[in-house]
């Protein structure tokens, strides 16, 4: 799943993109010019420096967002190797009023590591170093460039976990997780990533280096500046260390398939598991009837889909094998109540992997379908997910596009690809797609939901701010930002304007 990088080819300029940045393209900032690359070179080692080869300048210009017009090249890519490479590298930034966007591994889903205006792209590719696992504390202390997985697999002789990862854990960066807060599969047991930042290393645009919490795992000293850092989407500072809170690794899972006949059956069963079955499953994943169909037809998957309307994948974890056994049983006996059409039980890990690569799959196959599409990331209360779905099928009738959905049901949070009409060609599909998610999001928050769970604003999702956010929240949120950026210089564009 490697090479995200290549997944796509990005273009330096488009028109879009300079309708977002406004009437001032360049927003003031100065161009990198050969002095400045010269300095870079010298501060970072010119083979960390990247800025005559415009194809990779463009595979720096685009996360995961599948639109090209989301896309944005920078001047130069710089990839510092420690934490005194990025306060020299913001110094400068600072000096010249040159914008820096940091960069995790670009898995991104909201156009946050695309620097709109340019500048320099702080590549994290290279602090990729596990500095330490202190086993009597229970804390890692890694850099941002580590990915995630790789955490993961060197926590595993220890019999610790990182349990706030997100379902690219296989690519995407530690780093990008903070900035993004990224969630996952296993949130309704364990939470998202914050929950698991005890302290983070943090260069602000000035150079300065703010040393926020540490190993202790409780602190109420003053406002909590970790929590403000995280989800911040790379727009207060940079983020050179991070101490993760590690867990014990649960020895056991169970994993069941359920399929049922439509969307509102299965959804029925997500708040029946936690009041009938008394159980905090570590994951419940839906998929609805089109998502399942593309996935299974492109793994040449076996199971009998193509009668279901909808499938959960349900998973239970813990230390004790007969708990797990019994708790995957209580679970399945709240499904049988809801009449499901087969319950799928995982007999082994490789099993329960296949299942997953079902659910993994998804977001992949409906990319495949066409560019064409916006991948959104509601957030609605559980209980309101069946009138969530019934709004897409709405939405899809009056405007005959197509919104595959599936995500993490468990809390609420699903990943809607609204796709292009196919009888519209390009140009009808970016004139009304602004409508079509407006009306969307103010769907979403009558539910009493929210714009993005887990995949953030960036600048995909800004726009629309203003639908979920009183102007009063949004100027608190500018004057932070101004606090810790007066220049104006980190990922600009970003969130808000
Ligand atoms: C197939 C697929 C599945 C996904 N599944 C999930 C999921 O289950 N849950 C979920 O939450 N997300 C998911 N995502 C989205 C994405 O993987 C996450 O948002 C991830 O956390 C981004 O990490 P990254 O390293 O790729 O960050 P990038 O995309 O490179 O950057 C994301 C943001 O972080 C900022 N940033 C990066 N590094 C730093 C740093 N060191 N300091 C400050 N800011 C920084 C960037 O400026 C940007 O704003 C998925 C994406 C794909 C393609």
């Known amino acids: 799943m490697g090479g995200l990088i290549d997944a796509a080819v990005a273009v330096r300029h488009t028109p879009f993109v300079d309708q977002i940045i406004g009437a001032a393209p360049g927003g003031g900032f100065r161009p990198v010019t050969e002095a400045i690359l010269t300095e870079l070179a010298g501060l970072c080692g010119a083979a960390n420096v990247i800025a005559e080869d415009a194809k990779a300048l463009a595979r720096y210009g685009h996360d995961q967002v599948p639109e090209e017009r989301y896309a944005h090249a920078p001047e130069v890519v710089v990839m510092p190797g420690s934490t005194g490479e990025v306060v020299e590298v913001m110094r400068l930034a600072t000096r010249e009023r040159i914008p ?3 960069r995790g591994a670009g898995s991104g889903l909201s156009g946050g590591a695309v620097p709109l205006f ?22 890692a202390v890694v850099e941002p460039g580590v990915v995630t997985n790789k955490l993961d697999d060197a926590l595993r002789p220890y019999g610790l976990f990182f349990a706030g990862y997100p379902m690219s854990e296989e690519f995407c960066f530690i780093g990008g997780n903070i900035a993004e807060n990224a969630g996952g599969g296993r949130a309704i047991k364990y939470g998202v990533t914050g929950r698991y930042i ?14 926020l919490g540490g190993k202790r795992l409780k602190d109420v ?14 727009t207060l500072g940079v983020i050179t260390k991070i101490f993760v809170r590690l867990m014990p690794r649960p020895s056991y899972r169970a994993t069941t398939a359920a399929l049922f006949a439509d969307a509102r059956s299965a959804m029925a069963v997500v708040p029946a598991i936690m009041t009938g079955g008394r159980i905090v499953p570590t994951s419940i994943e839906f998929i609805d009837r089109s998502s399942l169909a593309e996935a299974c037809k492109q793994l040449h998957e076996t199971i009998p889909y193509e009668e279901a309307g909808a499938m959960l994948l349900l998973e239970v974890d813990g230390t004790h094998e007969s708990q797990v056994r019994a708790d995957a049983e209580a679970l399945r006996a709240v499904c049988r109540t809801h009449s499901p059409l087969a319950l799928i039980l995982a007999e082994s890990d490789a099993e329960s992997d296949r299942l997953w690569k079902i659910r993994k799959s ?14 959104e990331d509601i957030v609605v209360p ?22 595959p959905c599936f995500g993490h049901a468990g809390d609420g949070n699903l990943h809607a690809h609204v796709q292009k009409n196919p ?24 539910l009493g939901g929210t714009i993005s769970g887990e995949h953030g604003i960036g600048h995909k999702r800004k726009p629309y701010l203003p639908l979920v956010m009183s102007d009063r929240q949004i100027e608190l949120m ?20």
């Open 100 to 102: 820096v966007t940091p």
């Open 118 to 139: 340019g500048g320099i792209c702080l590549s994290f590719e290279r602090m990729n170093r596990i500095l330490e696992i202190d086993t009597k504390n229970l804390v």
């Open 198 to 211: 005890t302290g983070l290393e943090v260069v602000l645009p000035s150079g300065e280096v703010l040393s």
């Open 221 to 234: 000293t003053g406002y909590d500046l970790v929590s403000l850092m995280v989800g911040s989407e790379g």
């Open 362 to 375: 998804v977001p992949w196959a409906l990319k495949r379908r066409t560019p064409d599409q916006s991948i």
């Open 382 to 403: 559980i209980a309101a997910i069946p009138d969530l779905l019934e709004e897409f099928r709405r939405l899809e009738g009056i405007y005959g596009v197509a919104i």
């Open 423 to 446: 009888s519209w060609p390009r140009e009808e599909w970016e004139a009304r797609e602004p409508g079509i998610l407006t009306e969307l999001y103010e769907m979403v928050a009558r």
């Open 478 to 497: 500018r004057q932070i930002k101004r606090a810790f950026d007066p220049a104006g210089i980190l990922n600009p564009g970003k969130i808000f304007d």
